[in-house]
């Protein structure tokens, strides 16, 4: 877990691979529920586990955006990388729990 708080995550976070080095995130926009708001930010961990690096998105996109496309890092080529997500409030006051998006192959 890289986050821990009482902000809901977005709705039916998926992440695939796309073309290259890069990662392709969709999402359901929630903002009704709960205390979220449109303008909740996005952050994604990239963790490589074999080699312990990591690469942090921190706020790539909001809550109403409903998709983003990410490009690793070049050290991440031709290995398995996990990824994670969470929400932050636009005031930094509150977070998501990180959710476990899977195992991908860059």
């Not at 990410?70 to 929400?87: C, D, K, R, T």
Request: charged share 20%; aromatic share 10%.
């Amino acid at each position: 877990i890289f986050a821990k708080g009482f902000l809901l995550n977005v709705s039916n976070l998926k992440c695939r691979k796309g073309s290259g080095s890069s990662l392709f995130l969709t999402w359901e926009d929630n903002t009704a529920q709960g205390e979220n708001k449109p303008s909740d930010d996005l952050m994604v961990v990239i963790l490589q586990e074999e080699t312990n690096e990591y690469q942090l998105f921190l706020k790539v996109a909001k809550r109403n955006d409903t998709e983003i496309a990410l490009n690793l890092a070049p050290q991440f080529i031709g290995s398995e990388v996990n990824v994670y997500a969470f929400m932050a409030a636009e005031d930094e006051n509150n977070n998501s729990t990180s959710q476990y998006l899977g195992k991908f192959m860059v």
